[in-house]
């Protein structure tokens, strides 16, 4: 079975530009989640989605949305660019459906966002 | 306001000794935790995980203790290895569908 494959794996972009990271999840999975990693920091929460809905949000500001597509797909686009938007972005899979059971994420190798 | 801690951010360990990671929460309805490693240049990879109905969960090497009452996990590894040698992540379940991560511990497993 093939992992969570993440695009690109790196970008450079410009202060007050946007970018859009795509995520493709294991197949069969239909919960997608972002994180963003910074050093010290650990691994923030930024949303987590299923079935194209978004069922919860961290503490991000609005410059960052996300969307999920009917084949589990998934976009995160930041708008407005700011310096300390750089960090790796990774997306999460997971088979965690609405039965309550628990289950473990896979994570993409993530995607490198540097702004200058 | 970080809901889970990790508070050592290094850890060195000699090769087939004893690696015990450490990990706090502060919520106590949390109620699901795992342990993931994290490679250079990679995602995290899933490790075990344990619910808080159990205070004890092994896999090999790895064997993870919750004590729920000091809102304390740890992961012990044992005989460390230096294939080992990783950032390590506990995180714990809020709620429904959003897991908090602490902040890693770099363990270095020496030769």
């Known amino acids: 079975k093939a992992g969570v494959t993440q695009t690109p794996r790196y970008l450079i972009k410009t202060r007050g530009q946007q970018v859009t990271l795509s995520c493709s999840p294991i197949?069969?999975?239909?919960?997608v989640s972002w994180y963003q990693q910074t050093p010290g920091q650990g691994l923030q929460f930024l949303f987590e989605?299923?079935?194209?809905?978004?069922?919860n949000k961290g503490n991000f500001p609005g410059r960052f949305s996300g969307r999920q597509f009917s084949n589990s797909r998934s976009e995160m686009n930041v708008s407005t660019l700011e310096l300390g938007d750089s960090a790796l972005y990774l997306c999460a899979s997971s088979s965690y459906g609405t039965s309550g059971v628990y289950h473990e994420q896979y994570f993409g190798p993530g995607t490198r966002l540097t702004v200058t | 306001d970080q809901q889970v801690k990790q508070n050592s951010p290094s850890l060195s360990v000699q090769e087939g000794r004893i690696s015990i990671l450490n990990c706090d929460y502060t919520n106590s309805m949390f109620d699901y935790f795992l342990w993931y490693k994290k490679y250079p240049a990679e995602g995290p990879t899933f490790l075990i995980s344990i619910s808080s109905i159990k205070d004890k969960n092994e896999d090999g090497r790895f064997t993870v203790f919750l004590n729920k009452s000091a809102k304390h996990l740890s992961l012990h590894i044992v005989p460390s290895q230096p294939g080992d040698s990783a950032v390590y992540f506990c995180a714990a379940l809020s709620g429904t569908y959003k897991y908090i991560f602490g902040t890693g511990t770099r363990l270095k497993v020496l030769a």
């Open positions: 989605y299923f079935s194209e809905t978004q069922r």
């Open positions: 197949s069969g999975h239909r919960s």
